[in-house]
């Protein structure tokens, strides 16, 4: 049985600079590195995104001033957004507030070097973990290749160009699959961060995009909790719906927070 390849238009905004020409060259060499993708390099000329859709219904990424941003229709485009992360670290660095992911990952008994993020989606919660842990190197898996590779992008162009120099990107491999494909990755590192679709529909303006593209499976999180309760040692993070059967199932212990209906928890492997 063959399966169908994924496909995906590149293409920039209606009048690239150097700069962007530079980064339609660096996507395009990239993409040539997926064997499951087709993929065309298309002239916007002075097409709208509507022009774009009218006769091929293909997902186009564009490479724009403002970022790189992939569009599955003309409603739904992906991109990274740095949402509430900037608020989150001012009131960390403030000595306001620790979020509560950091308050678990920041654990002296626990060696950070590596940090696996197992469903990076838009990347915020990663994002704030690599503003906190500035020695961890991080591995961001994403099974959604639409996700990844605009999500990849986005945060390559924002941090290379929009937010000069604030992270160090080269820290951050991101990964198009799923963990339970690496084990090399997941002996490595000795903390790893879980935050599944929710089961319960909880749709914020910062996931409604990705509700859109991602058909969510309990089955495949199942998969992944057990490969890694199968062959990791550390310490496992999960972010989960207060009433997720996960927490109950895999016997996480939960940091309850009143205000949201999304908790924090975590287990020693
Ligand atoms: C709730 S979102 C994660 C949001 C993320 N923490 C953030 O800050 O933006 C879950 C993401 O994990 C991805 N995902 C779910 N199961 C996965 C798996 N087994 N391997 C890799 N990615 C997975 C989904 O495609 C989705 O993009």
Redesign the pocket.
């Given at each position: 049985m063959t399966t169908a390849k994924i496909k995906l238009r590149i293409t920039t905004c209606v009048k690239p600079n150097r700069l962007i020409l530079k980064y339609l060259k660096c996507i395009v060499s990239d993409v040539k590195t997926y064997s499951d993708v087709n993929y065309e390099v298309i002239e916007r000329k002075k097409l709208t995104i509507k022009n774009l859709f009218e006769e091929d219904t293909t997902p186009v990424m564009v490479i724009q001033q403002t970022g790189v941003v992939l569009y599955t229709s003309v409603e739904n485009k992906i991109f990274y957004h740095e949402n509430t992360t900037r608020v989150k670290y001012k009131a960390y660095i403030t000595g306001n507030h620790v979020p509560p992911l950091i308050e678990l990952i920041q654990d002296d008994s626990i060696n950070t070097d590596i940090i696996i993020?197992?469903?990076?989606?838009?990347?915020?919660?990663?994002i704030l973990m690599a503003l906190t842990m500035e020695n961890s190197i991080f591995y961001a898996?994403?099974?959604?290749f639409y996700?990844h590779f605009a999500i990849k992008w986005g945060v390559h162009f924002y941090f290379n160009v929009l937010e000069k120099n604030k992270i160090d990107i080269s820290r951050i491999h991101f990964i198009y699959?799923?963990?339970?494909n690496h084990m090399g990755i997941l002996n490595q590192a000795d903390v790893i961060y879980l935050?599944?679709?929710?089961e319960e529909t909880v749709v914020t303006s910062?996931?409604a995009s990705?509700v859109n593209v991602?058909t969510?499976d309990i089955e495949?999180?199942r998969?992944?909790l057990n490969t890694i309760f199968e062959h990791f040692k550390g310490k496992v993070i999960l972010?989960a719906h207060f009433k997720s059967s996960l927490i109950r199932d895999y016997q996480f212990t939960m940091n309850v927070r009143k205000q949201t209906k999304t908790h924090y928890g975590y287990r020693y492997l």
């Open positions: 993020d197992a469903t990076t989606g838009m990347a915020n919660d990663l898996f994403e099974d959604n996700i699959g799923s963990v339970v935050d599944p679709m929710y910062n996931i990705l991602v969510h495949s999180d998969k992944l972010r």
